[in-house]
């Protein structure tokens, strides 16, 4: 379902027939390719499409080539590119619905950063903190890759000798300190 504004453009709501990559698309119309965001962007230098290059992927709609990139997953969330939008975009929130919808359509690889994200997400969820030696066993396991670790083994030890790691025996059963906030960011991330 749509509706007509007063200019006469139209609006989706999530979860219409519109769906999330159309309203990317529409917030993105207004995009006069000036190359702010990119020149803004601590992390241009890192994509393999600049800002500037990714939204006009939007307004071309070319979503397979764009979800084939890494440069939306580069963002750090700074804000330098939505402060200094000439046309005041919101070009962060964007950037997040379209990890999002990313996400949601099956766009997202397996990749060890992802990896490590959820085994750090995992470890604050069950601790309130992150407890190092049990995230980096869980991240090496789910890698399922015997090898990785070894890799690691001598920072390991220095980190040991130095103080800096605190092995401590894994809690399996039980609630995690912060599961109530897990699950109420997952019902607000689900109905945005």
């Avoid at 066993?137 to 980190?159: E, H, N, V, W």
Wanted: glycine share 8%; aromatic share 10%; net charge positive.
């Amino acid at each position: 379902m749509t509706s007509e504004s007063q200019t006469g453009s139209t609006t989706h709501s999530p979860g219409e027939a519109g769906g999330p990559w159309q309203n990317i698309r529409e917030a993105m119309l207004a995009c006069m390719q000036c190359g702010t965001c990119t020149g803004s962007c601590v992390n241009a230098h890192a994509m393999d499409y600049t800002p500037r290059q990714m939204w006009r992927l939007v307004q071309l709609d070319d979503k397979v080539e764009l979800f084939r990139s890494k440069t939306f997953w580069l963002c750090s969330t700074c804000y330098y590119c939505t402060l200094r939008c000439p046309r005041g975009l919101p070009l962060t929130e964007t950037i997040g619905a379209l990890k999002r919808t990313a996400v949601a359509e099956g766009y997202l690889d397996e990749s060890a950063s992802i990896k490590f994200y959820q085994s750090f997400l995992d470890s604050v969820r069950r601790y309130g903190r992150v407890r190092e030696t049990e995230m980096m066993a869980r991240y090496f396991m789910a890698l399922k890759d015997p090898i990785k670790p070894m890799q690691f083994s001598s920072l390991g030890i220095k980190l040991l000798l130095k103080g800096k790691l605190h092995p401590q025996f894994p809690r399996f059963f039980g609630k995690g300190k912060l599961d109530a906030l897990f699950r109420k960011a997952r019902e607000v991330e689900a109905n945005p």
